[in-house]
């Protein structure tokens, strides 16, 4: 009793209430500048921090000056106060180092596509909110509530697009490791496995939620959860009969939750939902709808769903993108730019975010500018610097423009922001093989079978690479490993088939890609297997049979997405042409060019200069690449210059100018090395057509190391090694062609000319 007295009396108990007390209001003003000044919510933790830290000092000073009059420093206050100063000083740097601790927002000046500078102000990227949202699950026996499992989420993750301190990852996200886990409606999915998605993607939270009741009387549950915990932090119910409004006060209080900052909240840009996309129950419902066929590539179903939203409320802005998607993918331009048009015409009701992507769309497929198309794209990144979407555009528009190093900074941007998106580090090796830097190729497809050794497609890469390299057996080695991993994968054992034609063994490449027609899954698999078949008759000579087989990988991808359907084909019209039917390959042409509308018609140019190269119409091949020109600026699609420039040397070499066709095939392969085998074929028949034997034997060489039964290679090199004198390796290497084409087609010229020449080398005895 006699210590409490004394402290009564040196005034400890009323110094340290006053002490909490003005600590407290300290707190609740310190809380009340950060949500009115959108400062950094640590600064409340600092405060709190400081304010418990320094009760030792408060009561040492209490204890030993509470008491009226003068009193003297004691040993106690002089070691303890510095004592307590510094561990708190040291517990506050190891706490709060490297955390924003000014304001939780920043000014940018961005460029628009118009040249215009802006100045916005944006949130940094350390206090952005990043979560995963998750479908959910339904509660009600009324199946009439179906439906809202996804139409709820999508209603709130479209809410929350509008607010710059949340970058919200939907089911589409992550659709394909629930696919895989047998979850592929999304529902229904255990706690267990959405924290590890999740936590794969690298966010902090993820939200669940059901849905009760009837249509009149709806009760949605949402749940917020720490990932890194796997903790239930809130768990919230909302109730009544609006479904709009209830979207909306999800989504506010889910902000709340997450620590967005009120002031931001009570004065950011917030429309109802109603607003942002429709207040049609009936038109929200055919969006779900269409918004789901599209993610299960349904696109005739989509594109009718989609359409019933919009005729049901002309102004829904949001189901007008989507149907310009499932449109553009039907290869229905006028469609799909009156869809993209009407969106664009009500683009104020869409998050900045859509804007963004619509104008991107525009400026590609509307009313081409390629460059405008990217400031848009840099303009999306600078604004939301953590949002992956735009930086995946980027990367996108990058790659067609040929700026592969560019692309590759994009996409490790994606990585630095999203490491659970472990294909970007296949998608960079891509970039790296195309640019002919092997060694940074290799390095990323192993990182990626390290982080990812139960996909296939890691060791596909590898093998990829070593095929591209000329190491055969090793590129067979990582198929196989592929093939233990996923015995039924039809891209690998397209892959092995072509390595085995690569080395001579028909036969058995034959045999794989029937079996890889077997295990084919989908049409498009069909559709891949049916046109390497088609490549490998096309290789042997067998034109009739190539011709058969590329018929029907066509009737496959006549069952997917039209557009997709139109741009395979025009690739494969020089089939005709090598089957002596150029007549065939023109109506095509025709048809096609009928089907596309502007500016998607300008990719007829690929189709009449694959046709033209190999009529060897000089005249046709310079109307072709004016045509490649208009498509390349149009589109901005840069990425064709190698093909550009590798058909301008074909349009030399047929004039005659054999020096500078050289020159254009170097070029060509300088841009794409990957390029080498057939275009080293080219210069060494240039070579030989300058009489410059030995160097066209060292380019053909080159050739046959990657690709050892090239059949153009070998007859191009026996005609070489003919003209110099050395018979012998002549018909040693036209015997090689002839193997590959010793089931040729009777019309075939190059077996015919092959024949003569081996006939004249060897006369009969």
Known sequence: MSVLKDLIARRVPHILGFYFAAGWAALEFTTYVVDRFVLSPHLADLALMIWALMIPTVLLLAYYH???????????????????????????????????????TTQVTVEDETGQLVERVVPKGALRKRLALYSFDSQSADTALDWLQHGIPYAVYTDLLQDIFVTVHDYQSFQQRLTKEGYPDGVGVPLALRRDIAEKLHLEHFVSGSVEGSPDSLRVMVSLYDVRRGKLIQERTFTGSDLFRLVDEISVQLKRDLGVPEQHIEEGRDLPFAELATNSVTAFRSFVEGAKALDQERWIDAAEALSSAVEEDPGFAMANYYLFNAHILLNDSENANAALQAALDQKYKLPERIQFILKVNYYILVKPDAEKARRVAGMMTELFPDDVIGHSIQVELQTRAGEREKAIASARRILELDPGELRVLSLIGDLYQQLGQYAEAQSYYEQYAAEAPTDPRAFNDLGDLSRTLGEHDRALDYYERALLLETDNVPVLIDMAQTEAALGRFERA?????????????????????????????????????????????????????????????????????????????????????QLGPPLDLLIAIGQLSVARELEDAEAIARALEGMERL???????????????????????????????????????LVPALEVDVNSHIGRCYNELGRHEEAIERLQRVLILEPFAPEAHFELARAYAESGQSEKAVEHLELALQVWENADSAFEPAQEARADLDALTPSS
């Open 66 to 104: 509470g008491r009226p009059g003068p009193d003297a420093w004691t040993i106690a206050e002089k070691v303890g106060i510095p004592i307590n100063v510094v561990l708190a000083g040291a517990l506050l740097f190891f706490s709060f180092e490297g955390k924003e601790l000014g304001a939780a």
């Open 510 to 594: 034959s045999a794989q890609l029937e079996e890889a027609i077997q295990v084919a899954a989908t049409a498009t698999q069909r559709a891949q297997a049916y046109d390497a078949l088609r490549s490998l008759h096309e290789r042997r000579g067998e034109m009739r049979r190539a011709i058969e087989y590329m018929h029907l990988s066509w009737a496959e991808l006549d069952k997917g997405a039209p557009l997709v359907a139109v741009m395979s084909k025009l690739g494969d019209l020089d089939t005709y042409v090598k089957a002596g039917q150029p007549e065939q390959a023109q109506a095509m042409i025709d048809e096609f060019q009928s």
């Open 632 to 670: 390349m600026e149009a589109l901005g699609l840069e990425v064709l210059r190698p093909l550009a420039v590798a058909s301008r040397g074909k349009l030399l070499e047929i004039q005659g100018d054999f020096e500078s066709a050289i020159v254009a095939y170097e070029r060509a392969i300088e």
